[in-house]
Nanobody, 123 residues
Framework: QVRLAESGGGSVQAGGSLTLSCSVT????????YGWYRQAPGKEREMVAL???????YYGDAVKGRFTISQTHGGLQLTLQMNNLNSDDTAVYTC?????????????????WGQGTQVTVAP
C-alpha cells in the first residue's frame, strides 16, 4: 500500500509560480516511478510530469520548459515546481505512484493516487 498526500496548491496570477509537494508513505516500490497528473473541468486527465525509478523524467508538451519534477529523500517527497503559469494550467493536480516508460521491472497495473490539490491561475 502506498499513500500519497499533496500540498501547496492555491491561487496565483498568470506568470507566477507555485510549488506542489507530495508526501509518500507506506510501502515504496523501488522499481516504479512517480508522477503528477492534472484534470481541468470538462477535460480528461492528462500527464503533467513523470520521474522513473532511475530518475528519468518525462513532461507533457503543455508544460515542457516551465515545470520541473523532482524526488527527494529516497522517494518520500515528490515536488512539482511550476513556473510561468497561465490560465490553461488551472486544474486539480494529483500525484501518483505509477509505472513510467523507463520502469521495466514495475508491473503494468501499478498505480496509487493522492486526493488532489486545486491550482487556480488568474489571467
Amino acid at each position: 500500500q502506498v499513500r500519497l498526500a499533496e500540498s501547496g496548491g492555491g491561487s496565483v496570477q498568470a506568470g507566477g509560480s507555485l510549488t506542489l509537494s507530495c508526501s509518500v508513505t507506506g510501502h515504496l516500490f523501488s522499481h516504479c516511478g512517480y508522477g503528477w497528473y492534472r484534470q481541468a473541468p470538462g477535460k480528461e486527465r492528462e500527464m503533467v510530469a513523470l520521474v522513473s525509478s532511475n530518475g528519468v523524467t518525462y513532461y507533457g508538451d503543455a508544460v515542457k520548459g516551465r515545470f520541473t519534477i523532482s524526488q527527494t529523500h529516497g522517494g518520500l517527497q515528490l515536488t512539482l515546481q511550476m513556473n510561468n503559469l497561465n490560465s490553461d494550467d488551472t486544474a486539480v493536480y494529483t500525484c501518483a505512484a505509477v509505472k513510467t516508460p523507463d520502469d521495466n521491472l514495475c508491473y503494468d497495473r501499478f498505480g496509487y493516487w493522492g486526493q488532489g490539490t486545486q491550482v487556480t491561475v488568474a489571467p
